[in-house]
C-alpha cells in the first residue's frame, strides 16, 4: 500500500490521478474532499512483479478541475 498525501489550498477537492510509469493515460483513482491521505490498495498489474507508479492531483472547483496539475511523484510498489 502506498500513502498520497498532500494539500491545494483554495479547493474544493483534489483528484487524485495514478499511472504506471511509461504509460501515457492517467486514471482517475481518487476525489478528496479535504480527507488525506490517499491510500493505494490496489493490486499490481502483473503479480509478483514490482512497479513504478507516477501519481499527480489537480484542484477542483464547482465540479471542474481547475489550474495546473501538480508535481509528478514516482513510487515503486511491490504490492
Known sequence: MK?????????????IYRRI???VQWQLVAVRKR???YFDESDLAVAGQPEVREYMAIGVVNDEEIGQMSEIKEVVYAG
Open 35 to 37: 480527507r488525506f491521505p
Open 3 to 15: 500513502t498520497v498525501s498532500g494539500t491545494k489550498p483554495g479547493f474544493d477537492a483534489v483528484n
Open 21 to 23: 510509469k511509461g504509460q
